[in-house]
């Protein structure tokens, strides 16, 4: 079994640091150490899928992680999510997440358990998680909600102006 916690600060509110952890990083820099990073679904709630990847190397793995439950806190400012695994490289895995917002400053506490890794050798996944950081990447995130953003409205001028020609041919 290997374990995993990192606590961490972002600038925002609670609403704006789960609205841009939707989004995955669009890059990301990967040093010799592991990184790791998820991506929150649309809608928090029980579940609904995280989708999780540690990046070590050239090597990445990828799984998802279903929301067993969502407790906010005892302040709108604050909520814990428990994850189970859902599909991946594991035979079990847990996490923990808790965003504590004050003052503009989110406060993000995440803890991991992983259970017999099929990629690697179990003595394996535990060195290469004991140099692992956990990536929040919040300016490649947001790069990759504005880049999102712009195709989407590319798409409906695009849907706008061949209506357009439609409503005027013949």
């Known amino acids: ?19 841009i952890m939707r989004y995955a990083p669009m890059t990301l820099s ?17 579940g609904e899928f995280i989708r999780y990847t540690i990046v070590a190397g050239f090597r990445k793995l990828s799984w998802t992680g279903i929301i067993g439950a969502v407790t906010p806190g005892k302040t709108e400012n604050v909520i814990e999510i428990a994850a189970r695994l859902g599909e991946g490289p594991f035979r079990g895995f ?50 990759a909600r504005e880049q999102i953003a712009f195709v989407e409205a590319k798409k409906k001028t695009q849907a706008f102006e061949a209506l357009d020609q439609s409503a005027t041919a013949g």
């Not at 374990?3 to 640091?17: A, E, P, V």
């Not at 990967?30 to 029980?46: D, F």
């Open 1 to 19: 079994m290997v374990q995993f916690s990192q606590t961490s600060w972002q600038h925002g509110s609670l609403s704006d640091t789960l609205d």
């Open 30 to 46: 990967v040093g010799k150490n592991a990184v790791l990073y998820y991506t929150l679904p649309k809608s928090i709630e029980p």
């Open 94 to 143: 847990t996490a923990n997440h808790k965003f504590d917002s004050v003052k503009g400053i989110t406060t993000c506490y995440d803890s991991m358990t992983f259970q017999g890794c099929k990629d690697f050798a179990e003595d394996t996944f535990s060195i290469v998680m004991a140099s692992a950081s956990m990536v929040y990447a919040i300016p490649a995130r947001e790069m």
